[in-house]
């Protein structure tokens, strides 16, 4: 599968043959077991543009979300941001180049620190990162927190004092507490109720809108990435079978695995409701 890998000088990130392999140790009479995690994916994505990469689970999406974010490196292939090639091995990670990609996980409760008020949460990374003020620091976790819908009120509260909505909320505050150019979102909002989601996909958009945030959206709900994605990327055992705008792949889904993925989705109007209803009943009543 070729998918769009031409760089210009509004791309923001780039992949290369991307590929990513674990060794599985072996037993007394089992040699080691190599797994191909990602094999070769590549693609290139604009600037202040959202790229969602869907698949079951096991298919590569968050291990390559990973590799984007400097936690994995990779076994081979390049990753290129605003035109530059990272050099992901330990030690040779610029903190201008950390600075610029940060991450947002599924589960905000397990991503805070729970024995830290908030107002540390989102202080930490300019208090490691720069020689900021305390005093200028605060100002700006303040700021933050108005930017996501909370406010000062909440900055002296415990992780366990808010919803599950807040919490994602205040993930999302603490990757920007760093003005990263690239947010990569791992399921931000399956964890979620139905509209809570639609709180959070809408707050994503104004804040893409407002700081010119490049997004790389993982999820497996094809819903959710209807909604937010410019453009969706398909993952199968480590392989980008399907790429494309939006449009394009859910009108006229090319590769059998994508139609079959779209099969499997629940609708989510009225009618197919009322039909999943009547034959769960149908089922009892059997």
């Known amino acids: 599968m070729t998918v769009k890998d031409t760089m210009t000088q509004d791309t923001m990130l780039e992949i290369r043959n991307m590929k990513r392999d674990y060794e599985l140790p072996g037993g007394l009479f089992k040699p080691k077991k190599i797994v191909h995690a990602v094999k070769g994916v590549s693609f290139s994505l604009e600037r202040g543009k959202t790229l969602a990469i869907v698949g079951e689970s096991g298919c590569g999406k968050s291990t390559l979300a990973r590799m984007i974010t400097f936690i994995d490196e990779p076994t081979s292939g390049d990753l290129m941001i605003e035109g530059k090639k990272v050099d992901t091995r330990p030690g040779h990670l610029t903190q201008e180049m950390r600075q610029k990609v940060q991450i947002v996980f599924q589960n905000p409760y397990g991503s805070l620190n729970p024995r830290q008020k908030i107002g540390d949460v989102l202080g930490e990374p300019l208090a490691i990162n720069t020689d900021m003020p305390a005093s200028e620091r605060r100002d700006r976790a303040n700021e933050m927190l108005k930017k996501v819908g909370l406010g000062p009120e909440h900055y002296n509260r415990y992780p366990h004092m808010f919803s599950g909505g807040q919490r994602q909320r205040i993930a999302i505050a603490r990757a920007l507490m760093m003005n990263p150019k690239l947010l990569v979102l791992d399921e931000p909002v399956s964890a979620l109720d139905l509209s809570v989601q639609a709180q959070v996909l809408n707050l994503l958009a104004d804040l893409q809108d407002e700081f010119g945030l490049t997004y790389v959206f993982i999820s497996h709900d094809l819903s959710v990435v209807r909604y ?59």
């Open 228 to 286: 937010i994605a410019d453009e969706v990327m398909v993952m199968y055992f480590g392989e980008a079978v399907e790429y494309g705008t939006r449009d394009e792949v859910f009108s006229d889904p090319k590769h059998e695995y994508t139609r079959t993925l779209f099969k499997a989705t629940p609708k989510a109007d009225v009618d197919s409701i009322r039909e999943r209803v009547a034959k769960k009943k149908a089922g009892k009543a059997a």
